[in-house]
């Protein structure tokens, strides 16, 4: 399990947040100077260059994101307007996008910071501006949530990409479109002009992923481990009964894949904080963040399943720090981004200082060798992440992630806020 540094904080972190936010704008440049929009969204490194992969574009507001968070962290205009100028000659697909479940990923990493910054006063609040961002998230959150289908229990979720029969765990964290959309005025208008709330929504596909993704090792979970999920959860479409756990891109549906349990992680933080307390979301934050804390390596670094097989071959593998050069079962470095945010928040909502020092023990190791990338000529910013491993989508040793890049600069700012004494990152 993590062994948990109290002796850190996020003033404690400053050099590492800076050297972070230096080497990210080296990177960012980097990929800018290479990449054109004819070759699809950047999603892996291979031989330390971002490539694209055909599959689903939902990392494209990773890349225009991280611009805009690296104006954020450092005051850089010339990033403010390399984010907010892709993201207008390059964003408008994501918002009518019906065929993903990534709309709070593409549309809230861009659209949705911008809005931000212009509401915290960091950009001057231009009329028509501010307009065109409202109308882009309104407009995501509402096509968002069309994807829906309805559970026996009389709830429903976002169904992923796979069909309405499957709800992924990775959705809960881009339910931030619809919270969004819904605070911006907006609903989905339906049939017969049938308005549809979309924080409803919101909260029923939390209050499904929290019920069906997420195990607590009681009542219908009495054989599982408190904290784990699966990835995916399948419904009957026909009845919307709950039928069996599956798993995509984990090793299978009875182990826990770390980026889909960091997914929950952060997602159901930060509901827990915009909501300002509700019972179900706070149980799936809690057995969640304490599974994570459980089942990771002393440094707070996770392998990227922990049913993973070969780990067997790595020995005391829970209670040593991760060997991300190990030849048995790589580690995800993007889990650790993303569920470091996860802890923070938690931490910080219910004031509890195990889980804002294990948050702030995994961002001491993950900003640094042999996490942090410090080789100008590599276009990644965090090594050791990992895609798709059934698939042999995997990045692997040596190698980055937009996603993992997009997540610790984040989690990086939002450590950088409360350092410097600024306003609390959120995204509403």
């Not at 450092?74 to 009518?96: D, I, K, Q, S, Y």
């Not at 479109?177 to 409803?200: K, P, Y």
């Not at 029923?204 to 009495?222: L, P």
């Not at 990835?231 to 599956?246: A, K």
């Amino acid at each position: 399990m993590i062994q948990i540094r109290y002796d850190l904080s996020p003033v404690s972190l400053l050099p590492k947040l800076r050297r972070l936010f230096e080497l990210s704008a080296v990177k960012i440049q980097a990929i800018e100077d290479s990449w054109s929009p004819a070759q699809g969204s950047p999603v892996c490194t291979d031989g330390g260059r971002y490539t694209s992969r055909g599959w689903t574009e939902w990392t494209q507001g990773f890349q225009f994101g991280s611009a805009i968070l690296q104006f954020d962290a450092t005051g850089e205009r010339a990033f403010l307007e390399m984010g907010r100028e892709r993201t207008v000659a390059v964003m408008a697909p994501h918002l009518t996008h019906t065929g993903v479940h990534d709309h709070g990923f593409n549309n809230i990493s861009t659209y949705g910071n911008l809005l931000r910054l212009m509401a915290e006063g960091r950009i001057s609040d231009n009329a028509w501006e501010r307009r065109f961002y409202e109308l882009a998230l309104k407009c995501s959150g509402a096509v968002q949530a069309m994807r829906w289908s309805r559970t026996a229990d009389g709830g429903g979720y976002i169904y992923s990409f796979n069909g309405p029969h499957s709800l992924f765990v990775d959705t809960v964290r881009t339910l931030r479109a619809l919270v969004v959309s819904h605070q911006l005025g907006h609903v989905l208008m339906g049939e017969n002009d049938t308005r549809i709330s979309l924080l409803d929504r919101a909260m029923q596909h939390a209050g499904a992923t929290a019920r069906y993704s997420v195990y607590y090792g009681e009542g219908r979970d009495s054989y599982d481990v408190r904290g784990r999920v699966a990835h995916e959860s399948i419904f009957n479409p026909n009845d919307g009964n709950y039928r069996c756990p599956n798993s995509q891109q984990g090793y299978s549906p009875f182990s826990t894949w770390t980026r889909g349990l960091a997914w929950a992680m952060c997602g159901f933080s930060e509901l827990l904080e915009f909501t300002g307390g509700d019972e179900t979301l706070e149980k799936a934050a809690r057995a969640t963040c304490d599974f994570y804390i459980e089942n990771t390596p002393s440094d707070g670094i996770p392998y990227w399943d922990t049913g993973a097989p070969g780990l067997e071959r790595l020995g005391d593998w829970n209670g040593t720090p991760a060997d991300p050069f190990n030849p048995h079962e790589p580690v995800d470095s993007s889990a650790a981004a993303i569920g470091a945010q996860g802890l923070l928040r938690l931490g910080h909502f219910l004031k509890d200082e195990r889980y804002i020092q294990s948050g702030l023990t995994v961002c001491d190791t993950l900003f640094a060798e042999p996490y942090l990338s410090t080789d100008a000529a590599h276009q990644g910013l965090i090594l050791h992440s990992v895609y798709h491993k059934p698939n042999g989508w995997t990045a692997g040793a040596g190698e980055s992630s937009m996603w993992g890049d997009y997540h610790a600069r984040e989690v990086g700012l939002y450590l950088l806020r409360l350092a410097e004494g600024k306003p609390y990152l959120k995204f509403w």
